[in-house]
């Protein structure tokens, strides 16, 4: 019998999906090394590792490779879809207009390959990997304190080693399948923590009450306030995670904050219809926000049109709200043939692999 049980929608887990990916585009928007962005850098994508775990299903905890990793075929998808997106907008856009080189094109396969991923495309790859250790430690490692030891293990351990990867920075093809292995394991060891408090995290609010909640997520929050700039900026993408034990722990004092947040933020109907929105298409927002011309075209208005200083506070503000109108908007309109497009190449995917695996058994 699997020991996954299927996880519905649950409200709670979209809130504090929604308040993540808003910090993301907020992160994006502040200045590198302002305060804003290091608070936010601290815990953001820690969080989404977290609950990634928390709403993780009971398909693909067969023995079979090829079973777990159809498990995590949207995840597939995504990045083959979104990779060929992003290669010919630099195609088009940095080689084309730009003046880049051709190797640029290059790197951006070599990045593909070796699961490093374009931009953003990294947390694709790096969930989809972490999924697929978690699963197998789960099938492997019954026993949950020897699965608690690994996760403190995978963590330390992880965080001790990306001081190291910083020696191989200058020797690009190392540095990307160096990094893009250490942080799919450091990513497993969030969503592992997911899993094992899937069961009993809810049941816990529940029974706690919401005073409880905002004053265990008020404490946790300051703790983060208080400490983030004394860690220093985190960046998983690049694993630089500062002072790495100090950054461990502020992840997780994050994460504990926002989900108690949102167990209080549910009672509010117009703030928790809103925020689900942004929760259950946060990663077509990830995708979509950043990398593609969106955001210059947008520092281009603001800039030589509105005559607004770049980095003031009016900019930021300005650049922000737009951002996310514009993300309402492309949610409303164009996600659905995102959807679609995804939707018809899960099922193509699944479908030529099924038909190989039944071949290769008979």
Known sequence: MSDFKTV????????ARGIAILLVVVGH?????SYG?????SFHIPLFFVLAGL?????????????????????????????????AYDLISRVGFQGFELDFIGWDLYQTVVLYGINVLW????????????????????NMKIQVLLVALILIVCCAVSSVLNRTAEMLWLNYLCVS??????????????????DHLLTWISHVGSG??????????AINITCCTCAGQADMHRMELGVWWLNLVISFTGTVSVICFSTVIKKCEWLKRGLCFFGVNSLFIMLTHEYLQIKKLLNLFLNTVLMIEYESMVHIVLQTLILIAIEIVLCLTIKKYYDKVIGIVESKMEKHLTVGWKRDEL
Request: glycine residues 4%; hydrophobic residues 55%; charged residues 20%.
């Open 29 to 33: 928007a502040l200045p590198v090394g």
């Open 123 to 142: 947390f694709v790859s790096s969930l989809f990997l972490a999924r697929q250790f978690v699963r197998f430690i789960r099938m492997k490692v019954k």
């Open 55 to 87: 709403t993780m299903k009971d398909s693909g905890s067969s023995d079979r490779l090829l079973m777990r990793v159809l498990a995590e075929k949207k995840l597939i998808a995504v990045y083959v879809c979104f990779t060929v997106i992003y290669l």
């Open 37 to 41: 962005r290091i608070f936010i850098y």
């Open 212 to 221: 409880c909640c905002i004053a265990c997520a008020v404490v946790s929050l």
């Open 8 to 15: 519905h929608r649950i409200e709670e887990f979209d809130i």
């Open 181 to 198: 292995f250490i942080r799919a394991v450091y990513a497993a060891g969030f969503v592992l923590v997911g899993v094992l408090l899937r």
